[in-house]
């Protein structure tokens, strides 16, 4: 069965730091990948999806992700944080053959940005 | 437009009580999912009606879980007997038919707690 790891579950920064948050999964072939945010209070909503194409893909909020395929890896980055970026930042993917919105997601990395 | 409401947000409960659990998609969404998160674990599939059918119901942990669609409108996810182990946060979300990678829409979910 696929897996997806996230390795930091806490992260705490100060603003202006720069961001990064790892997230592995297990298997090779056509993957398609997903960060979804959710916020303090809110719901879990998508931040940046793989499909096909570049490699890098742009975000919203400032957000960008990189899939290496050749490290099973897709990292969450953004530059310079801020404070509202307090979250808990999922990464998932599909479940293989079940289309897309059959997800298994990693653990979860809570992200405290400190004023 | 109103985005995928869950009622209640919190429910507390005691070992061998029954709760149920509400999701209201958006409207036209024919795709239906409940996923559940335990405490400090990943968010989980549980399973997906599209309509009012079930079309997956594979990560559903066993039958003291039971999901409804009558109409294929809400849905309702009913926990009898609650156990401790159920405790944690039921997140539903809705998506349209057609492309397979049509965007998931995450209500606010429902925290469980069994005491």
């Known amino acids: 069965a696929q897996s997806v790891s996230q390795h930091n579950h806490h992260v705490i920064l100060s603003e202006a730091a720069s961001l990064e948050l790892g997230c592995n999964y297990s298997?090779?072939?056509?993957?398609?990948l997903f960060w979804y945010v959710q916020y303090p209070g809110q719901h879990l909503q998508l931040l940046l999806k793989?499909?096909?194409?570049?490699?890098l893909v742009k975000g919203i909020k400032g957000f960008e992700a990189e899939f290496i395929k050749s490290k099973f890896s897709f990292n969450l980055r953004k530059p310079s944080v801020q404070w509202s970026d307090t979250a808990e930042y999922f990464c998932?993917?599909?479940?293989?053959?079940?289309?897309?919105?059959?997800?298994?997601f990693g653990t979860g990395t809570r992200l405290l940005v400190s004023p | 437009e109103a985005g995928v409401t869950q009622f209640p947000s919190h429910s507390v409960i005691e070992k061998g009580q029954t709760v149920t659990l509400r999701c209201d998609p958006i409207?036209?969404?024919?795709?239906l999912y409940w996923y559940r998160r335990v405490m400090g674990k990943e968010i989980k599939f549980l399973l997906h009606?599209?309509?009012?059918?079930?079309?997956?119901e594979s990560g559903m942990p066993n039958n003291r879980f039971l999901a409804e669609r009558t109409g294929g409108t809400y849905s309702t996810l009913k926990v009898q007997p609650a156990e401790l182990e159920d405790s944690g946060v039921y997140f539903c979300?809705?998506?349209?038919?057609?492309?397979?990678?049509?965007?998931?829409?995450f209500g606010n979910g429902t925290r469980l707690t069994v005491t």
């Open positions: 979300a809705s998506s349209q038919m057609g492309p397979a990678n049509s965007p998931l829409h």
């Open positions: 298997y090779g072939g056509t993957v398609n």
């Open positions: 793989y499909f096909s194409g570049d490699p």
């Open positions: 998932a993917v599909p479940q293989r053959n079940t289309g897309f919105q059959k997800l298994v």
């Open positions: 409207s036209g969404h024919d795709n």
């Open positions: 009606f599209v309509k009012e059918s079930k079309q997956d």
